[in-house]
């Protein structure tokens, strides 16, 4: 059974930056999308970014990209996501997904497998 434990949340001021880690076990993730999904209150879940295991192709929303890098080590089965410039609509409860089987990455009903998710707040 695949399970996923994300950590590394907390509060922070505007320009700051937080790195999560995502921790997976239960499978062998080498052709697993590995992706981190965001939600704020009273809006829905939105796609971060995602990272194809084996190949480590990297997909970013635009709202992120040049400021948040997703990554993986093979050897603790971690997903990473170190989050630089950080902004106070940054904001929300972060979810690491996975699946092996994705048509569209952006699309949280694609992905199978959730964390508890972490909560990240950025102060002005």
């Known amino acids: 059974q695949v399970q996923l434990v994300e950590s590394g949340g907390g509060l922070v001021q505007a320009g700051d930056s937080l790195r999560l880690s995502c921790a997976a076990s239960?499978?062998?993730?080498?052709?697993?999308?590995m992706a981190w999904f965001r939600q704020a209150p009273g809006k829905e879940r939105e796609f971060v970014a995602a990272i194809m295991w084996s190949s480590a192709n990297t997909y970013y929303a635009d709202s992120v990209k040049g400021r948040f890098t997703i990554s993986r080590t093979n050897a603790r089965n971690t997903v990473y996501l170190q989050m630089n410039s950080l902004k106070p609509e940054d904001t929300a409860v972060y979810y690491c997904?996975?699946?092996?089987?994705?048509?569209?990455?952006?699309?949280?009903?694609?992905?199978?497998?959730w964390g508890q998710g972490t909560q990240v707040t950025v102060s002005s």
């Open positions: 239960g499978r062998t993730f080498s052709w697993y999308y």
């Open positions: 997904a996975a699946d092996s089987r994705i048509t569209t990455i952006q699309a949280p009903n694609e992905y199978d497998y």
